[in-house]
């Protein structure tokens, strides 16, 4: 299993940026994903996850009606909208494959991508 994050950049507080994560590997849609994010001197914080149908999903507290995840498994990708952006989101994001549930916890997950940089301006 591989797992190839994209999308970070540099954006302004307030604006929006859509995270892609492609998957190759075995059958993507058996495995439920998440996003989890790792500001500098902090620990790795879990964002995002969603089932392997893609009908159950959940989030962080502090990205709750700002960010959506969301997958096409006739894609193999799974994606993460992020409106509203702050400052405080700066981060490197990570996607990550679980084999058995949409877990919070980052250590229930089997596969990790590289992460992707995202820069929130002030």
């Known amino acids: 299993v591989q797992l190839q994050a994209s999308g970070g950049g540099l954006v302004q507080a307030g604006g929006s940026l859509r995270l892609s994560c492609a998957y190759s590997g075995r059958t993507f849609s058996s495995y439920a994903m998440g996003w989890f994010r790792q500001a500098p001197g902090k620990e790795r914080e879990f964002v995002a996850a969603i089932s392997w149908s893609g009908g159950s999903t959940k989030y962080a507290g502090s990205v709750k009606g700002r960010f959506t995840i969301s997958r096409d498994n006739a894609k193999n990708a799974v994606y993460l909208q992020m409106n509203s952006l702050k400052p405080e989101d700066t981060a490197v994001y990570y996607c990550?494959?679980?084999?058995?549930?949409?877990?919070?916890?980052?250590?229930?997950?089997?596969?990790w991508g590289q992460g992707t940089l995202v820069t929130v301006s002030s």
């Open positions: 990550a494959a679980s084999r058995t549930n949409y877990y919070s916890d980052y250590y229930q997950y089997d596969y």
